[in-house]
């Protein structure tokens, strides 16, 4: 009986395994990234006050990422006021064109926070394959919902995600 | 009695299970449980090869190769362990030849306090801008010169950063020979000063000592075991203004990469940027000056690289401006970049309904300018001199490039790209492959639907070296968010010898849902240099079929 007892304990402990593998309700891990200005933060102090948050992996050399964040930065005023949500841009840009992020952000006067993983510390932390990456964050920082690439349109579904968390309703996924 | 212990067990694996299945009891579930986190990313790519002897695609006698890897990554509490299993039965063509088999040559685990954060096992560390360390992974190039040691960073009071390292660095399945160790500190004075903290002006200085060893083996030469070097940086900024620079200096490293002569190795690099709303300008200068700088003398390639010598050209994106690609040359170059960028804002008269964005760069790299010391005199070996601040004759590399971005309206939008590029292959690729200056021409349009989106991609390279003339169209049809749908055609049309003018065609669908995207594709791939963030390997002929499955969990 003892034997089957541990068998089961050892199968519970699998399914937590399992559980922990789910894709929702990861806190954000800890890494050391910089502002444009050459500030350090850590990304386990991202919050936003209750509200969701947004975490976009993008680089100046990379095109969709950019149409990803053009298109939110179209409508972002409107998301920012509806549901209090922020939107974190990381740049994994190196050395050879960190200095460039600033150029761009402000050349397109996106109103997004911006820090740069120059050694993609972060990027490897939130386990991105590859990039334009999208996490979103619910009011406690929780990472629920995660996507991978870009395609045209695929604003809108972010946009409805936010407003469920906004809400308090839950996600379906 | 059994029955009910046996039930209580169930009842005790089987909750979890059910209450996962809604975040808000998962997270009380798995904080109860008190297991951490597990999370991780997997890849694999694999490829089924056809032979075609026109274009010099070779008979792959395994028939498939498949690159693939797990990224495991477990944290509880102020601990973070993680394991990469990777596989390579046999690798990708044109991997790195020591990409062979399988194993675990990444793992490590971390202990992270407020002000302390200690690292055993695989890590990946840059020092500044990189110029004396920067270890790090481009794991589609199949670069990985993670080091294997330990790891200690600290922040005593807030402002100031520490760290220390020591280990080996990793070379495919095993290690290199050399032993590198390192300090670097950082002062950040808006952090550290409390007064500071809201003035306009933001200022850091930062330094670091890095050292390898390596046992002197040569029969002949007297080689230094240990070779040092230093790096001091420093960032600035105020309002829309930002300049950062840093100076480094290697003493003598005779090495393959250097033809074992006895000159000590610097580099400088300057970056300044004034940026406004719609409006930014960037100035990019570097010298670099014998430092090629690897943790083996004999390693060539992209293999057991300490040092990162960031190229500053523009990172081009479209396939027909990435022919020619540029690596930065850690032997010797001075180079340059200069980008404008301008937003014509929404409703001004170029700007029309959503603005339009002009970008504009000119950067280049030109050889030192340097004297060869005639053998008999050179008794130490050194090699040749270089002075400083003159530029040498030799035109490595030239881009010119415009772009254009315009949205028209909801549906419509389009970038147009032209540049100039001088291309000296001789020097960046292969000896006796001359100059090439090359023409090339870009439209790229989109067209938004209700659901999708349509895209055209059109290239063309005018030129009357290498392989002359090119075409490129590209049709791209994303249906919906999860499924696209791609077909290519590259062309070499010019070509001189008209029976070499092939068609390098490929059609691929792919899949994409959250953080799962499957992608499979046919077609031919031309021979080449392929390159990720200015890094850059060369890529032989093939034809077949390739599936790519990449997923984060």
């Known amino acids: 009986m003892k034997k089957l ?77 509806q549901t209090g949500v922020k939107l974190i841009a990381v740049s994994i840009d190196d050395s050879r064109s960190a200095l460039k992020v600033g ?9 997004f926070d911006i820090y740069i993983d120059e050694n993609q510390d972060f990027k490897r932390a939130m386990s991105v394959n590859s990039i334009p990456y999208t996490f979103i964050l619910d009011g406690r920082g929780n990472i629920v919902w995660q996507h991978n690439s870009y395609a045209e349109g695929d604003e809108a579904n972010i946009y409805e995600i936010i407003k469920k968390l906004a809400s308090g309703e839950k996600l379906n996924e | ?66 690159n693939g890897f797990v990224n495991i990554l477990y944290t509880k509490g102020k601990f973070t362990a993680g394991l990469r299993y990777e596989n390579y039965l046999n690798a990708l063509q044109g ?51 993670a080091l294997d040691g330990v790891r200690i960073k600290a922040e005593p009071v807030k402002g100031i950063y520490l760290k220390g390292l020591i280990g080996k660095q990793r070379s495919f399945f095993t290690q290199g020979p050399g032993i590198v160790r390192g300090i670097d500190g950082e002062i950040q004075f808006n952090e550290l000063f409390a007064k500071l903290a809201d003035k306009k002006l933001i200022f850091g200085i930062g330094g670091g000592f890095l050292s390898k060893f390596q046992e002197d083996k040569d029969p002949t030469l007297v080689l230094p075991q240990n070779v040092g070097s230093t790096a001091v940086r420093f960032n ?35 970056q300044a940027l004034y940026a406004t709303k719609g409006f930014a300008v960037m100035l990019s200068g570097s ?5 090629s700088f690897r943790s083996d003398r004999t390693a060539q390639l992209t293999n057991l690289l300490i040092n990162y010598i960031p190229a500053l050209n523009k990172q081009h994106t479209y396939s027909l401006l990435t022919f020619y690609p540029y690596a930065a040359q850690s032997k010797g170059e001075m180079e340059f970049s200069s980008e404008v960028k301008y937003k014509f804002s929404k409703g001004s008269l170029l700007g029309g309904e959503y603005g339009t964005e002009i970008l ?8 030192l300018d340097t004297t060869n010391i005639s053998i008999d005199k050179d008794t130490r070996k050194k090699g040749y001199t270089s002075s400083y601040f003159s530029i040498g004759p030799q035109v490595y590399f030239r881009d010119m490039y415009v772009e254009i971005n315009k949205k028209f309206n909801k549906q419509w939008k389009s970038t147009l790209a032209y540049t100039y590029q001088v291309y000296n292959k001789d020097v960046i690729q292969k000896p006796g492959t001359g100059t090439i200056y090359a023409n090339i021409a870009i439209v790229d349009i989109t067209y938004k639907m209700n659901k999708g989106a349509l895209r055209m991609e059109a290239q063309h390279m005018a030129t009357k070296q290498d392989q002359q003339n090119w075409a490129y169209l590209l049709l791209e049809y994303t249906i919906n968010t999860n499924w696209y749908v791609a077909a290519g055609d590259l062309y070499n049309y010019g ?23 499957i992608e499979l594709s046919y077609g031919k791939q031309r021979a080449g240099v392929f390159c990720v963030g200015g890094v850059c390997r060369n890529v032989p002929a093939s034809n077949g079929v390739t599936l790519t499955i990449t997923s984060s969990f």
């Not at chain 1, 993008?58 to 939110?72: M, V, Y």
């Not at chain 1, 150029?103 to 109103?111: A, L, R």
């Not at chain 2, 010298?287 to 430092?291: C, L, T, V």
């Not at chain 2, 070509?495 to 995207?517: C, L, M, P, Q």
Request: overall charge neutral.
């Open chain 1, 103 to 111: 150029g761009e952000v402000k050349s397109k006067d996106w109103k």
């Open chain 2, 236 to 270: 600035l900024s105020r309002n829309n203004f930002s300049l950062n620079g840093e100076y480094a200096y290697k003493i003598n490293d005779p090495s393959l990469d250097n033809n074992f002569i006895y000159k000590h190795g610097d580099a400088i690099l300057l």
């Open chain 1, 5 to 81: 007892n541990y068998t089961l304990l050892l199968i519970c402990g699998l399914c937590g395994i399992v559980n922990a593998q789910a894709p929702l309700g990861k806190p954000v891990p800890s890494a050391d990234i910089k502002t444009l200005d050459g500030k350090n933060i850590n990304t386990s102090t991202f919050s936003n006050n209750g509200k969701p948050i947004i975490i976009s992996f993008w680089a100046t050399w990379c095109k969709p990422c950019k149409k990803e964040l053009d298109a939110i930065a179209e409508q972002y005023e409107e998301w920012v006021a």
């Open chain 2, 360 to 367: 504009v760069n000119y950067s280049g790299s030109n050889s």
């Open chain 2, 95 to 145: 991997y790195p030849a020591g990409y062979k088999g399988t194993g675990i040559p990444y793992r490590f685990i971390t202990y992270r306090s407020d002000f302390l954060e200690i690292t055993a096992g695989s890590f990946y560390e840059q020092f500044g801008n990189g110029l004396i360390l920067r270890t790090y992974e481009e794991r589609n190039l199949g670069l990985d010169n």
């Open chain 2, 495 to 517: 070509n001189d010898h008209a029976n070499e003018r092939y068609h390098y065609y490929n059609i691929s669908a792919g899949f994409i849902k959250e953080a799962n995207r």
């Open chain 2, 287 to 291: 010298r670099i000056d014998n430092m």
């Open chain 2, 1 to 66: 009695m059994i029955t009910t212990k046996i039930l209580q067990s169930i009842l005790k694996c089987a909750l979890p299970v059910l209450a996962s299945s809604t975040l808000a009891v998962a997270q009380v579930n798995l904080n109860t449980m008190g297991l951490g986190e597990i999370h991780g990313n997997f890849q694999a790519n694999a490829q089924y090869y056809i032979p075609d002897s026109t274009i010099g695609a070779a008979d792959v006698p395994e028939k498939m190769l498949f």
